[in-house]
């Protein structure tokens, strides 16, 4: 796997979330504050749905918000880890069908958030070129640099799923 800016190479963002399409947003744990230091995000009642890729304690979102949790890596993943993947893009496309406000969220809200809106946005009709480019104009360049996930959008996550199965 090879990713762009590995680790500490990695710029935090400067918003600690940002509107991909209307309803749907992504974010991370924290960003690059106005003064120049990182900050911690924490998700209040913002949004009606918040699904997390990475848990942090005391990151929230408040009691009374539907939360999903399913942490996975920022590497190489399992079948069951790509078909959670796949249910939570499936969530996510349902809430936005309800009109709903959803956060996905991971770390810097970059990859692992990148990869749950890239195929949200691509069972609505779009490509993976498209949704990754529409990702990285609205979120930051740096979103979707681990290039083993664009490859798993190109392939299509459902095959994906199929081949890290027939691998197992």
């Given at each position: 796997m090879r990713t762009r800016g590995k680790g500490s190479d990695v710029p935090a963002p400067g918003r600690p979330w940002d509107e991909i399409v209307p309803g749907l947003w992504m974010g991370g744990h924290e960003f690059q504050g106005p003064v120049g230091r990182r900050e911690s995000v924490v998700v209040r009642d913002e949004f009606d749905l918040v699904q997390t890729l990475l848990r942090l304690p005391g990151h929230g979102p408040d009691e009374?918000?539907?939360?999903h949790v399913w942490p996975i890596p920022d590497g190489p993943l399992d079948g069951t880890?790509?078909?959670?993947?796949?249910r939570l893009a499936e969530a996510a496309g349902e809430a936005l069908d309800e009109g709903r406000k959803i956060l996905v969220r991971c770390y810097h809200g970059y990859n692992r958030s990148g990869l749950v809106v890239a195929h949200t946005l691509m069972r609505r009709g779009g490509t993976a070129e498209e949704a990754v480019r529409l990702i990285r104009s609205r979120r930051s360049p740096w979103a979707l640099h681990n290039d083993l996930f664009v490859e798993y959008l190109r392939a299509g996550l459902v095959t994906a799923r199929l081949l890290e199965e027939l691998a197992e």
């Open positions: 009374g918000v539907e939360h880890q790509l078909a959670g993947v796949i």
